[in-house]
């Protein structure tokens, strides 16, 4: 999870197209990995992580979440 927290950051930090080639597939494992975590389990990971990134905050919707 801090793989995804940190990978994220580089990307807002530093602009997509100079690090994706390296960090891009690291991110994607990371969202995959957090995705198979249950929705509730996930809303706890996603509350933990923004308490840590304050005052940024980083939210990954997967696929069959509510809105």
Same mark, same amino acid.
């Given at each position: 999870? =801090? %793989?995804?927290?940190? #990978?994220?950051l580089?990307?807002?930090? %530093?602009?997509? #197209?100079? *690090?994706? /080639? =390296?960090?891009? /597939?690291?991110?994607?494992?990371? @969202? ?5 975590? #249950?929705?509730? %389990? ?11 990134? =304050? +005052?940024? #905050? *980083? =939210? @990954? %919707?997967? !696929?069959?979440? +509510? !809105?």
């Amino acid at each position: 999870m =801090k %793989t995804l927290l940190l #990978s994220a950051l580089v990307v807002a930090i %530093t602009g997509c #197209s100079f *690090i994706a /080639p =390296k960090v891009g /597939p690291q991110v994607a494992k990371a @969202v995959n990995r957090y995705c198979v975590e #249950s929705y509730q %389990t996930r809303l706890l990971m996603r509350s933990e992580v923004n308490a840590m990134i =304050k +005052p940024n #905050s *980083i =939210k @990954v %919707t997967c !696929e069959g979440d +509510p !809105e």
